[in-house]
Nanobody
Framework: QVQLVESGGGLVQPGGSLRLSCAASRSIFSIFVIGWYRQAPGKQRELVATLTSGSNTNYADSVKGRFTISRDGAKNTVSLQMNSLKPEDTAVYSC????????????WGQGTQVTVSS
């Protein structure tokens, strides 16, 4: 089991940057997979980025080269650095975790709004 609390959303102009953080209630290194989904109004939920306990990362094609997922073991947080933001990045971003390889159960944060607009 794990609790997740997100922070860092907001309004930013196109081309700008934002950093989202997700604080976990247990050691970030003990979580099998942790990452971010996003969902824009009227669109399907999209997997944005993932980070495994083995330090493997994966990104949606739409964010490759612009977004970076990382973790801080001292703070038990995972962050999503978002650069060169576009209006189409506007969505609710949610942190999720699959703590164990042996269980498909996912845990979710509350979500944070990211709006890219001039």
């Amino acid at each position: 089991q794990v609790q997740l609390v997100e922070s860092g959303g907001g309004l930013v102009q196109p081309g700008g940057s934002l950093r989202l953080s997700c604080a976990a209630s247990r050691s970030i290194f003990s979580i099998f997979v942790i990452g971010w989904y996003r969902q824009a109004p009227g669109k399907q939920r999209e997997l944005v980025a993932t980070l495994t306990s083995g330090s493997n990362t994966n990104y949606a094609d739409s964010v490759k080269g612009r977004f970076t997922i990382s973790r801080d073991g001292a703070k038990n947080t995972v962050s999503l650095q978002m650069n060169s933001l576009k209006p189409e990045d506007t969505a609710v971003y949610s942190c999720y975790a699959q703590p164990s390889l042996s269980s498909p159960r996912l845990y979710w944060g509350q979500g944070t709004q990211v709006t890219v607009s001039s």
